[in-house]
């Protein structure tokens, strides 16, 4: 948002909502929030995982401010559950990693989880858990002949 702000770049993809006034922005793409677990881990066996399940066991969540883990900690509290042991990493590759080790449940965008061998996705029973990205530039540059084909092309290409 900064960058954007400060004509540093022209457009960008930001994931938390956009209230700004000053930005323009469309929704791009639909990123569902996975649960990712060694396929030895106890509820590997389920298809499907409820959040009060996750009450007791160690979930292993990205850094505060991840927009994953910010929607999935909505979820958790819209539920009126608490989560007892949480390991928190500072990238996505840590997540990835603690959970092929058995170490805990890890929580994923479903589209950067790296298939690995010893690892199984899951989705969340109880509910959808997900966020949106947008594509976004300053309302002011919006209407430039080039910025507005290039919105275009994403709204006919739009994965939502």
Request: with cysteine; proline share 2%.
């Amino acid at each position: 948002t900064r960058q954007l702000l400060n004509c540093e770049i022209d457009v960008g993809i930001l994931s938390e909502d956009q209230t700004n006034p000053e930005l323009f922005s469309i929704p791009y793409c639909r990123h569902p929030v996975v649960l990712i677990l060694n396929r030895r881990h106890r509820l590997a066996e389920r298809d499907m995982i409820s959040l009060a399940d996750l009450e007791q066991e160690t979930v292993i969540l990205r850094e505060k401010g991840s927009r994953t883990r910010e929607v999935f900690e909505q979820a958790v509290a819209a539920e009126g559950l608490t989560l007892h042991n949480k390991i928190e990493f500072g990238s996505r590759e840590s997540v990835w990693w603690a959970a092929v080790h058995n170490i805990g449940i890890g929580i994923s965008s479903e589209k950067e989880v790296i298939p690995h061998a010893d690892l199984v996705k899951r989705h969340v029973i109880d509910r959808e858990i997900h966020y949106h990205a947008s594509i976004c530039c300053l309302k002011e540059r919006r209407e430039s002949r080039l910025l507005e084909s290039f919105f275009q092309l994403v709204r006919e290409q739009s994965l939502l």
